[in-house]
T-cell receptor
Framework: GENVEQHPSTLSVQEGDSAVIKCTYS??????FPWYKQELGKRPQLIID?????GEKKDQRIAVTLNKTAKHFSLHITETQPEDSAVYFC????????????FGPGTRLSVLP | GAGVSQSPRYKVTKRGQDVALRCDPI?????LYWYRQALGQGPEFLTY????????KSGLPNDRFSAERPEGSISTLTIQRTEQRDSAMYRC??????????FGPGTRLTVL
């Protein structure tokens, strides 16, 4: 089955700096890659996603890149703000119609003011 | 409803008791997923439904765990003869068709 690894497990950056979180997946057939943000005590919420037919997607300060050959995808947050502090989870999904999502273990991002 | 709801939000039970956790998905959402999330970890897939059909239950840890969604809407995750290792946050999520999953607030289960 699919296996998703995520690095780093914790990340501290100064406000205004960029943050990058990387995930690798094992099943080359996976074709949908969402990123979720989970603030302390709250439910995970989707922040951005990318499909296998696209190499990069951007939404304001957040971008995701996908390298299908290397089977890795990354989350980039620019101009970080204290409210970006949270745990971020990547996931890989095979044939995204109703298939199970395999989540990475998460990255705890701390943005220091 | 406005979002995915789950009940109860907190459940404390004694080892050996059965518990039933309820998930009420967003109206009209086809797919419903159950996850278990340990503190500091990502959601761990348990099972999912398309409408009332259970499509994949490969993530259920053992036969004490079962789930149903008889009318294709509300779902119940049942854990029989609970054990302390079952203590965790149980989350459900629903999606309209294939992609974005909307998570519920979770049920925190504590087995004493």
């Amino acid at each position: 089955g699919e296996n998703v690894e995520q690095h780093p497990s914790t990340l501290s950056v100064q406000e205004g700096d960029s943050a990058v979180i990387k995930c690798t997946y094992s099943d080359s057939a996976s074709n949908y890659f969402p990123w979720y943000k989970q603030e302390l005590g709250k439910r995970p919420q989707l922040i951005i996603d990318i499909r296998s037919n696209v190499g990069e997607k951007k939404d304001q300060r957040i971008a995701v890149t996908l390298n299908k050959t290397a089977k890795h995808f990354s989350l980039h947050i620019t101009e970080t703000q204290p409210e970006d502090s949270a745990v971020y989870f990547c996931a890989a999904v095979l044939d995204n119609y109703g298939q199970n999502f395999v989540f990475g273990p998460g990255t705890r991002l701390s943005v220091l003011p | 409803g406005a979002g995915v709801s789950q009940s109860p939000r907190y459940k404390v039970t004694k080892r050996g008791q059965d518990v039933a956790l309820r998930c009420d998905p967003i109206s009209g959402h086809v797919s419903l997923y159950w996850y278990r999330q340990a503190l500091g970890q990502g959601p761990e897939f348990l099972t999912y439904f398309n409408y009332e059909a259970q499509q994949d239950k490969s993530g259920l840890p053992n036969d004490r765990f079962s789930a149903e969604r008889p009318e294709g809407s509300i779902s119940t995750l049942t854990i029989q003869r609970t054990e302390q290792r079952d203590s965790a946050m149980y989350r459900c999520a629903s999606s309209l068709a294939s992609d974005e999953q909307f998570f519920g607030p979770g049920t925190r289960l504590t087995v004493l």
